[in-house]
């Protein structure tokens, strides 16, 4: 290694450090920068610099326009009332040409940009299967070593694939619409499966009671009314969130951990250099896909 190699890493890593010891005395822009290196190349680096710690996961999802960041927002509002310090990552889809965040949630949320004690930020999906950006557990142990005490992850919307929130949440909260069919449409897309709150919110618009009577016949789980724009709620919202939390098991965290390795594991299996190669070999008849699958989880043996 050259003498300015040396020199590089060095700064490099005195950068990092710099970074650390402003966001842990509350620079939500250090910490911001620290969440860009965690999407970018330096994720392993900054994951080195921190220690593990417990951070409090509330996932929420459901169909666009359903009233998703209107309700973070109130949340958040009633969480610092409490005295927490309350991180939402919005991971949004990505852009085709840049791979940036498209949606504009911190807009929304921006009654509480000026809190020092929150902090909101964009993440991009950048085609990580799933619903969630593959930085996002990453993101979350930063912010348990920054003092932040919830973090809500608000995903981009409606499919089969967004069940991935709940490996990483405790509760995971699907919010819908009343009336036109998001419930049924919500039982198709598999979230039903995955809710451990059911919210119906703008309450006061027509079709509200027949919307909670479809999720009834749908799902055992809890079914909250609110009007988040009013904050109308809100705190039964709270509650719930918290009397899930209570109930939580180590045979349920210990589930969600699961699902989160595999997800992970998944998604690094999918960009591995000798993919197509074996996919070329087995479509010509050339490898069978068993052998072909047991090469890519041991590289170095042969199936």
């Not at 300015?4 to 509350?26: I, N």
């Not at 960041?69 to 009332?81: F, G, H, K």
């Not at 000026?114 to 991009?124: E, G, H, Q, T, Y």
């Not at 705190?235 to 969600?256: F, G, K, M, Q, S």
């Given at each position: 290694?050259?003498?300015?190699?040396?020199?590089?890493r060095?700064?490099?890593?005195?950068?990092?450090a710099?970074l650390?010891?402003?966001?842990?005395s509350?620079?939500?822009?250090?910490?911001?920068?620290?969440?860009?290196?965690?999407?970018?190349?330096?994720?392993?680096?900054?994951l080195?610099?921190?220690?593990?710690?417990?951070i409090?996961?509330?996932?929420?999802?459901?169909?666009?326009?359903?009233?998703?960041?209107?309700?973070?927002?109130?949340?958040?509002a009633?969480?610092?009332?409490?005295?927490?310090?309350?991180?939402?990552?919005?991971?949004?889809?990505?852009?085709?040409?840049?791979?940036?965040?498209?949606?504009g949630?911190?807009?929304?949320m921006?009654?509480?940009?000026?809190?020092?004690?929150?902090?909101?930020?964009?993440?991009?999906?950048?085609?990580?299967?799933?619903?969630?950006?593959?930085?996002?557990?990453?993101?979350?142990?930063?912010?348990?070593?920054?003092?932040?005490?919830?973090?809500?992850?608000e995903?981009?919307?409606?499919?089969?694939?967004?069940?991935?929130?709940a490996?990483?949440?405790?509760?995971?909260?699907?919010?819908?619409?009343?009336?036109?069919?998001?419930?049924?449409?919500?039982?198709?897309?598999?979230?039903?499966?995955?809710?451990?709150?059911?919210?119906?919110?703008k309450?006061?618009?027509?079709?509200?009671?027949?919307?909670?009577?479809?999720?009834?016949?749908?799902?055992?789980?809890?079914?909250?009314?609110?009007?988040?724009?009013?904050?109308?709620?809100?705190?039964?919202l709270?509650?719930?969130?918290?009397?899930?939390?209570?109930?939580?098991?180590?045979?349920?965290?210990?589930?969600?951990?699961?699902?989160?390795i595999?997800?992970?594991?998944?998604?690094?299996?999918?960009?591995?250099?000798?993919?197509?190669?074996?996919?070329?070999?087995?479509?010509?008849?050339?490898?069978?896909?068993?052998?072909?699958?047991?090469?890519?989880?041991n590289?170095?043996?042969?199936?």
């Amino acid at each position: 290694m050259t003498r300015s190699d040396t020199g590089a890493r060095v700064g490099v890593a005195a950068d990092l450090a710099d970074l650390l010891t402003r966001a842990r005395s509350g620079s939500i822009r250090a910490a911001g920068k620290l969440l860009t290196l965690i999407e970018g190349q330096r994720r392993d680096e900054v994951l080195a610099a921190v220690s593990p710690a417990p951070i409090r996961v509330v996932g929420v999802t459901g169909p666009p326009g359903a009233g998703k960041s209107t309700t973070i927002a109130a949340l958040v509002a009633a969480y610092r009332e409490r005295g927490a310090r309350v991180a939402v990552l919005a991971v949004d889809p990505s852009s085709p040409y840049s791979g940036g965040a498209l949606l504009g949630d911190r807009i929304r949320m921006a009654r509480h940009i000026d809190d020092p004690d929150v902090l909101i930020r964009s993440l991009a999906t950048r085609g990580h299967l799933g619903g969630l950006t593959a930085a996002v557990p990453a993101a979350l142990r930063l912010l348990a070593s920054l003092g932040f005490d919830l973090a809500m992850v608000e995903t981009v919307g409606v499919g089969q694939s967004e069940i991935e929130i709940a490996a990483l949440a405790d509760p995971t909260v699907v919010i819908l619409n009343p009336g036109a069919g998001d419930a049924v449409q919500a039982a198709k897309a598999g979230l039903l499966e995955v809710a451990d709150l059911l919210v119906v919110n703008k309450a006061d618009r027509e079709g509200a009671e027949a919307t909670v009577r479809d999720l009834r016949a749908e799902s055992d789980v809890p079914i909250l009314t609110l009007v988040a724009a009013r904050g109308e709620r809100i705190a039964e919202l709270v509650e719930a969130i918290e009397a899930h939390h209570r109930a939580d098991t180590p045979e349920r965290r210990t589930a969600r951990a699961r699902s989160q390795i595999l997800s992970l594991a998944y998604s690094r299996l999918r960009a591995h250099s000798d993919l197509d190669r074996l996919a070329a070999a087995v479509a010509a008849g050339e490898r069978d896909p068993y052998g072909a699958a047991a090469e890519l989880l041991n590289p170095g043996g042969r199936g």
